[in-house]
C-alpha cells in the first residue's frame, strides 16, 4: 500500500548570467529586461495549480535551484516565501537553500537572504583554481569565492554547502586536492564533489576539451575523499559529503524517493496518491517565456501522467542505491506501492554478484558496489 512520504518544494529560477559550456540543466542567459516581479508571479499561480494534489500536507524543505537564483534579490525571496507559506504549512525549523553563484552575487548580500527567510547557501564555487574556473567557462574567479565565503560567515549562515567539480580539463591530482584543502579551509557544513562529464546538448559536447582519464579521475576521487574524512566529513552520498547532522534534508528526500512539487519554468514534480494508489508526475513547459504566458492562460504542464510501475520500481532503487546507508527495505512498498516479491529476484542478483549486502533491513552497497553504482542500478531497468 502507498503511503504519503515527506512532502519537500522545489522553485526554479532559471536565468544565468552566461550558460556554462557543460551545463544541461534548463538554464537560460539572461538577455534584456529581467522580469523578476512577473515571475515571483507566476510561480505562485504555478503553485496553486497543485495545491489539490496536497491539500494540507507540510512542507518539510525548499529549494531555490537554477539558473542562477541569486540573481534575483531578497525581497523577491521574502514575497515568494510568503506567498508559499499562505498557501502550504511549512513544517517549524524546515530547510530553506537557496543556490549561490560567486560570480552572480552582490557582496555582503546574505545577510539580506537570512533576513528573508533562507537559512542554507549551496555556493557554486567548482573550483578554487582560476585557470581551471576559465577552462570550464565560470565567470568568477578564487577572489569572488572568497569574499562570498567571508560574507556567509559574516551574516552567520553556518549551513553552507560548497560544490566543487573534479577530473576538469588539463587537471593534475595534486590540483584537485588542492581544491578540497581549500574547501575545507572555508569551514563548510557541507561539500558536492563532482566529476565533470560531458553531456549532450551542451556546448562542451559539440567541443569536447580533453579531460582526465578514468583512472585518473577515480585516484582524484579516492584522495579527495580521503581528505574529507580525515577533516570530518562523512560521505552519504555518492557526491555529497556533510559534518554530522549537516545533510541536506531537501537532497535526501529525492533520494529516499520522497514526494515534491516543482514549480518554475521546465521544473519536475512528483507526488503519491494513496487514495488512487498512484504516483503522479509533473513537468512544467522549460522555457520562462513560454512558461509564464502559459500560466497566464491557466497551462503551464509540460506533462502529467502517471508513474508506471516497473518505472517506481526502477526509480526508488536508482536513488536509493546512492545512498552510502543503502536501500531501506522498510520503505519499498509504502514508496511504490508494490510488493517486495516485484523485486526479490533483481534484489537476488544485487547480492549474487557482491555489489551490496543484506544488513538489519537494507541492502548496504559493498566497496565493489559503492565504485561500481551504475551497475547496481542497471539490475533494477525497466
Known amino acids: 500500500m502507498l503511503e504519503l512520504p515527506p512532502l519537500s518544494l522545489y522553485i526554479h529560477l532559471p536565468w544565468c548570467v552566461r550558460k556554462c559550456p557543460y551545463c544541461d540543466f534548463n538554464s537560460h542567459e539572461l538577455r534584456g529586461d529581467f522580469p523578476a516581479d512577473e515571475y515571483i508571479e507566476a510561480l505562485l499561480r504555478d503553485l496553486e495549480q497543485d495545491l489539490p494534489l496536497v491539500w494540507g500536507r507540510p512542507v518539510h524543505s525548499v529549494f531555490f535551484g537554477g539558473g542562477t537564483p541569486s540573481l534575483f534579490g531578497a525581497a523577491h525571496f521574502e514575497r515568494l516565501l510568503s506567498g ?53 567557462g565560470r565567470i568568477h574567479g578564487r577572489a569572488e569565492v572568497m569574499q562570498a565565503v567571508e560574507s556567509l560567515h559574516a551574516a552567520g549562515i553556518d549551513n553552507f554547502n560548497l560544490d566543487l567539480m573534479y577530473a576538469l580539463p588539463g587537471q593534475r591530482l595534486a590540483e584537485a586536492a588542492e581544491d578540497v584543502r581549500e574547501a ?15 553531456e549532450p546538448n551542451t556546448a562542451f559536447y559539440a567541443a569536447s576539451p580533453v ?141 549474487s554478484r557482491g555489489l551490496a549486502v543484506e544488513e538489519k533491513g537494507r541492502l548496504v552497497p559493498t566497496e565493489l558496489g559503492w565504485r561500481f553504482s551504475n551497475e547496481s542500478q542497471a539490475i533494477f531497468l525497466p
Not at 575545507?184 to 560531458?198: D, M, R, W
Not at 581528505?227 to 552519504?236: A, C, D, I, K, M
Open 211 to 351: 579531460l582526465p582519464d578514468e583512472e585518473l579521475a577515480w585516484d582524484m576521487q579516492e584522495a579527495c575523499g580521503a581528505l574529507l574524512v580525515r577533516s570530518g566529513f562523512e560521505q552519504y552520498e555518492v557526491s555529497a559529503w556533510a559534518q554530522a547532522g549537516r545533510e541536506c534534508a531537501h537532497n535526501l528526500n529525492y533520494w529516499r524517493y520522497g514526494d515534491y512539487l516543482g514549480i518554475g519554468a521546465g521544473a519536475h514534480g512528483k507526488i503519491t496518491l494513496p487514495a488512487e494508489q498512484a504516483v503522479k508526475r509533473r513537468i512544467r513547459v522549460r522555457h520562462p517565456v513560454s512558461w509564464m504566458q502559459a500560466i497566464a492562460e491557466g497551462g503551464g504542464l509540460a506533462e502529467d501522467r502517471l508513474v508506471m510501475d516497473e518505472e517506481r520500481s526502477f526509480e526508488f532503487f536508482l536513488n536509493q542505491l546512492r545512498l552510502r546507508r543503502g536501500v531501506q527495505k522498510s520503505q519499498f512498498e509504502a514508496r511504490t506501492g508494490l510488493d517486495w516479491a516485484f523485486v526479490s529476484q533483481r534484489v537476488d542478483e544485487l547480492l
Open 184 to 198: 575545507i579551509a572555508c569551514v563548510p557544513a557541507h561539500v558536492s564533489h563532482y566529476q565533470l562529464t560531458i
Open 84 to 136: 508559499c507559506r499562505a498557501r502550504l504549512p511549512f513544517s517549524p525549523g524546515l530547510e530553506i537553500t537557496l543556490e549561490a553563484n560567486p560570480g552572480a552575487l552582490e557582496r555582503d548580500n546574505f545577510a539580506a537572504y537570512r533576513d528573508s527567510g533562507i537559512n542554507r547557501v549551496s555556493l557554486g564555487v567548482q573550483s578554487f583554481n582560476d585557470k581551471a574556473l576559465s577552462s570550464i
